[in-house]
């Protein structure tokens, strides 16, 4: 049974820093493409990264593009989303997700192509 399950989120001011962490089982992060996507109140959810698996390519939104970095830790069967310079505006609930394919990250933008997802964690950026 796979499960993704994401920690990390929290209130945070404008201007500082997350870390948000997706621990794996049932599958593994190195061999699979691992999303992030966010999902602000009374908005669609929306693309924040891609990792693809093995020699992993990555791939940004432009709106997190310098500020967040997505990653992973093999031997703890964990990805993660450092998070930089917050804005209000990046305030969602964040969910991590998985998929077997093995599309290019940038192709991986679409939540629709994602199999597996975890249950979200919240943050919130205050000005």
């Known amino acids: 049974q796979v499960q993704l399950a994401e920690s990390g989120g929290g209130l945070v001011q404008a201007g500082g820093s997350l870390r948000l962490s997706c621990a794996a089982s049932?599958?593994?992060?190195?061999?699979?493409?691992m999303g992030w996507f966010r999902q602000g109140a009374g908005k669609e959810r929306e693309f924040v990264a891609s990792i693809t698996y093995g020699t992993p390519t990555i791939y940004y939104a432009d709106s997190v593009k310098g500020r967040f970095t997505t990653s992973r830790d093999s031997a703890k069967n964990t990805l993660y989303l450092q998070m930089n310079g917050l804005k209000p505006d990046d305030t969602a609930v964040y969910y991590c997700a998985g998929d077997p394919s093995g599309m290019s990250a940038e192709s991986m933008r679409s939540e629709r192509l994602y199999r597996y997802w975890g249950q979200g964690t919240q943050v919130t950026v205050s000005s």
């Open positions: 049932g599958l593994h992060v190195s061999m699979m493409t």
